[in-house]
Antibody, heavy 120, light 108 residues
Framework: EVQLVESGGGFVQPGGSLRLSCAAS????????IHWVRQAPGKGLVWVSR????????NYADSVKGRFTISRDNAKNTLYLQMNSLRAEDTAVYYCARAQNYGGYSFDYWGRGTLVTVSS | SYVLTQPPSVSVAPGKTARITCGGNNIGNNSVHWYQQKPGQAPVLVVY???DRPSGIPERFSGSNSGNTATLTISRVEAGDEADYYCQVWDISSDHWVFGGGTKLTVL
């Protein structure tokens, strides 16, 4: 059974840092692109970042570029999101999601999310 | 950046058909995916690549995509279909994934 489990969320002051993790199981982790998607309280889904299977290619939404870094450890089947210079508007539930390897690369499995709260 | 536009809300009576639209410039040239999200839960993929259904998704869920509009159609709507629905595409030009603003489906 495919599972994605996020952790690392919490409360942080503006300007602070946090590292999220996403532990994967039930599939060959290294062969899939993985994404981070966030959802502010009461708002819609927003794509944040993605990384390819071997970690050699990444991309970011403009709102987080230069502040967030996505990475992965395929030996540990784990995805990371290092978040620096956090702002109040980064407050959200952060989901990791697996992208299908074909077609339009839809997100076929999602974790339950981890909440990040940025506030003074 | 590519923009997807959804109506904020759609209401439908049980047993009827709900149609949720997703507008975008020449969206017919993209593969569109649809997600269902119930309160407090993670999104679930219900339609991918315009009209394909993942295993376990009822045949009542279908999709189409042409021109500037993609549509998610839910036939014989049930109370359990009440949720937020999001469309999504991969904007190849920017290598960004884009979500629509979401549509709240209310079953009357």
């Amino acid at each position: 059974e495919v599972q994605l489990v996020e952790s690392g969320g919490g409360f942080v002051q503006p300007g602070g840092s946090l590292r999220l993790s996403c532990a994967a199981s039930g599939f060959t982790f290294s062969t899939y692109w993985i994404h981070w998607v966030r959802q502010a309280p009461g708002k819609g889904l927003v794509w944040v970042s993605r990384i390819n299977g071997d970690g050699s290619s990444t991309n970011y939404a403009d709102s987080v570029k230069g502040r967030f870094t996505i990475s992965r450890d395929n030996a540990k089947n784990t995805l990371y999101l290092q978040m620096n210079s956090l702002r109040a508007e980064d407050t959200a539930v952060y989901y990791c999601a697996r992208a299908q390897n074909y077609g339009g690369y839809s997100f076929d499995y999602w974790g339950r999310g981890t909440l990040v709260t940025v506030s003074s | 950046s590519y923009v997807l536009t959804q109506p904020p809300s759609v209401s439908v009576a049980p047993g009827k058909t709900a149609r949720i639209t997703c507008g975008g410039n020449n969206i017919g040239n993209n593969s569109v995916h649809w997600y269902q999200q119930k309160p407090g839960q993670a999104p679930v993929l219900v339609v991918y690549d315009d009209s394909d259904r993942p295993s376990g998704i009822p045949e009542r869920f279908s999709g189409s995509n042409s021109g500037n509009t993609a549509t998610l159609t839910i036939s014989r709507v049930e109370a359990g279909d009440e949720a937020d629905y999001y469309c999504q595409v991969w904007d190849i030009s920017s290598d960004h994934w884009v979500f629509g603003g979401g549509t709240k489906l209310t079953v009357l």
